[in-house]
C-alpha cells in the first residue's frame, strides 16, 4: 500500500515514514500544499496522511479541494489540533479520520488498516491463496501451519499479488507499489523481489506459483493438482 504523507517537520516525517515502512507501507513524503498537489496530481496513493499547518497555507484546504475532485482516496488528518471544535471541522472538511499528535505509530498503521478495509477500498484482514495466508494487521505470513519470515518489501510484493490473484500485475504497478519516490531503485530491483519471493515460497512448498507474462509482468496462480490417472480397461 502506498501513503502520501504530507507533514513539515523534516524529523518527525522521517520516523513517521520509517515506521510506516515497517509496518509495510510505501512511503512518499511532501512538506508543503504546493509538493502535495504535484503529487497528487501525478501519482495514485492509496491513503493520505495530512497535517493541517504547513508553510504554504492549511492542510484543511488542501483536503477540500481533493474532495471538489470527487477523490475518495482516504485522508487521514494528523495534527497537534486538538480541540473538539477542529476536530468537528476536519471530519466535516472531508477527513476520513483524525489522529492528534502525539501518537505511536502502531496506532497510526492499525488506523490507516481500518480506513483502507472499509467498502470501496482495498484492504481485508486476512488474505489467501492456496496454502498462503497472509495477516495484512501483523504483516504476517504461513504457508499451512507454517510462520514463515519475510522482509517487509517481500510481504508488500506478496500482499499486492494475492490481491490480484490470477490477473497479471504489471511491472510497473508492482514498482509504484513498492518504492516511494525518492526510493534508490535498481533496474532489476522489481524482478529481484520478485526473484525472492518466488524462492521463499517454493522452499515452504506453497501451492502457489508466480508466472512471469514477459514484456508486462508478473501473475500468482494456484498450483494445478497431478491429473488423475484412469486405470480403466
Known amino acids: 500500500m502506498r501513503l502520501l504523507l504530507i507533514e513539515d517537520n523534516q524529523r518527525l516525517a522521517e520516523l513517521i515514514g520509517e515506521g ?6 510505501a512511503v512518499d513524503r511532501c512538506a508543503t500544499m504546493a ?5 497528487l496530481a501525478s501519482s495514485a496513493f492509496d491513503l493520505v496522511l495530512l497535517d493541517l499547518g504547513l508553510p504554504d497555507g492549511d492542510g484543511l484546504d488542501l483536503l477540500r479541494a481533493l474532495r471538489r475532485r470527487a477523490s ?16 468537528v471541522l476536519g471530519l466535516d472538511s472531508g477527513a ?26 482495498c484492504l481485508a484482514t486476512i488474505l489467501e491463496a492456496g496454502n498462503v495466508a497472509l495477516d495484512t494487521s501483523h504483516r504476517q505470513v504461513h504457508v499451512g501451519d507454517q510462520a514463515i519470515e519475510m522482509p517487509p518489501r517481500e510481504v508488500a510484493l506478496l500482499e499486492l499479488l494475492i490481491r490480484h490473484l490470477g490477473r497479471v500485475v504489471t511491472r510497473a504497478s508492482i514498482d509504484r507499489s513498492l518504492y516511494a519516490f525518492d526510493d534508490e531503485v535498481s533496474p532489476n530491483a522489481v524482478e529481484a523481489a520478485v526473484s525472492r519471493l518466488r524462492r521463499r515460497l517454493g522452499a515452504a512448498q506453497a501451492d502457489v506459483e508466480i508466472h512471469t507474462a514477459h514484456g508486462i509482468g508478473y ?13 480403466a480397461p
Not at 510506516?20 to 507501507?25: D, W
Not at 509538493?35 to 503529487?39: I, N, Q, Y
Open 20 to 25: 510506516m515502512l515497517a509496518q509495510g507501507f
Open 35 to 39: 509538493a502535495a498537489h504535484s503529487a
Open 72 to 87: 475518495d482516496t482516504p485522508v487521514l488528518v494528523i495534527t497537534a489540533r486538538d480541540a473538539l471544535g477542529e476536530r
Open 96 to 121: 476520513d479520520d483524525y489522529l492528534v499528535k502525539p501518537f505511536e505509530i502502531a496506532e497510526l498503521a492499525a488506523r490507516c488498516r481500518a480506513l483502507l478495509r472499509r467498502p470501496g477500498h
Open 219 to 231: 501473475l500468482l496462480a494456484a498450483v494445478s493438482p497431478p491429473a488423475a490417472i484412469d486405470d
